[in-house]
């Protein structure tokens, strides 16, 4: 057998291996610092650095935006690797970017037009992030990466609490509650019941590495109890309860229909309770009628709102000043209000009905389409109902729309970018399902065709 040498005297076989060995690594090190991106757009980053809420955003802190720079330097260097894949994106799905520069655009009427162009300026980088991630990798690999990371979130929360508790466990206000690099429980609870959902997806992804994702699952979820978080619990048995679900649907036909009849008989329940029985409803979860004050500052916004209807105050800037335009609200309610604690009125505050109808368009397409995964979708579909359902549940109590350096936000735009862009479906190796996309795609023959032939 004749081997052949290159003029350094290594056989060819040798430099492929070599090579193989390299191209290997340069991946290894590519998820690596992925990893690292969502670690950080998830702020416990940022939350170890500082302790107050305010200064978790990028916008208030000379030191944390240095912080930021070296991700949004990684971002657009994979960006550039990657821009086939991202304009195609792009292009099956505009109004992502049309959100972005429409609240970009609010700098000609803004409040205080440098800090609506600075966190357009981090709005877009974190887009551009979502984009990037969903045209490197595909469902499965997404979902991997995206589960790592919240393992690391896990672990860095019980290092926090066990060796800092007073850093890592609320005293004051919420006495007991665990918080960890956060600013707050309710970051802490919202970001675990992310993790615990990736978890879900990841174990049905790769059951294979259930060694890994169980644990992973059922740590997020203890610490997401330690948070005495009741919207994060409330979403974390959500994703339970879809997961069941869209399994049961998806594994055994012949009990789609009894499923559909639940969901029916169950939503249905859902509404009357909360029509007739609202008060009783919020007591067993420990919650009082205003939604712990948050109905409150939603009323006084309406008035907010009214004066700035279609345009808002320019992005990310309703808050900023005390005598600005939220000076009504924090008087009345005697307190330093951050944020409207609903992501809808934020944005609505930030770019007007405008922003609101864009989006409401988008987020109405995608969850239309993810619907349709149901049916003709792969594993991915777990991933793609259970995030969708986290989302907007978030949205109903948090600022995540349209949010910059926020990891709801580059969750959001990494999944309804590959459904838009009609991403295949995801299959295990192996699996009955992947076998017949293996058939449709290579051309494999199935047997005589039945067609009628065509007239010449």
Known sequence: MDVTYDSSGYSQAHLDQRNYAL?????????????????FFSGAIIGLTFASAEALDAGESTIAQYLWYPIYALVAGFMILRVPGVLRLVSRNPLIIICVLWLGLSFFWSIDPGTTMKRSVALLMTTLAGLVFAARYDWGEMVQRLGAAMLILCLITLFVAILNPTRGIMSDIHPGAWRGPWAEKNYLGGIMAKGFAVSLCAFAMYPKRAWVWVPTGMLCFMLMLFSTSKTSLLAAMGCLALFLIVRVFRRFPFLRVPVIWAVVAGTAALVLLLTFGFEWALSLIGKDPTLTGRTDIWILLGRAIEQKYWFGYGYSTFWLDPLGPSYETRTVLQWDVPTAHNGWLDSWLSGGFVIIALFSTLLFMTILKS???????????????????????????????????DISWFLFVATTAKLWAGDPAWWRAGSRGEQRGTVARVGIYRGPDRRKPRRS
Do not use: D, H, M, P
């Not at 149901?374 to 109903?396: A, C, P, R």
């Open 23 to 39: 191209v290997g690594g340069i991946r290894a090190l590519e998820s690596a610092l992925w990893v690292l991106i969502v670690v």
């Open 371 to 405: 619907l349709g995964r149901i049916k003709t979708g792969g594993v991915e579909t777990y991933w793609v109902i259970l995030s969708l359902f986290f989302f907007i549940l978030f949205s109903l109590s948090e600022s995540s729309i349209l949010q910059q350096n």
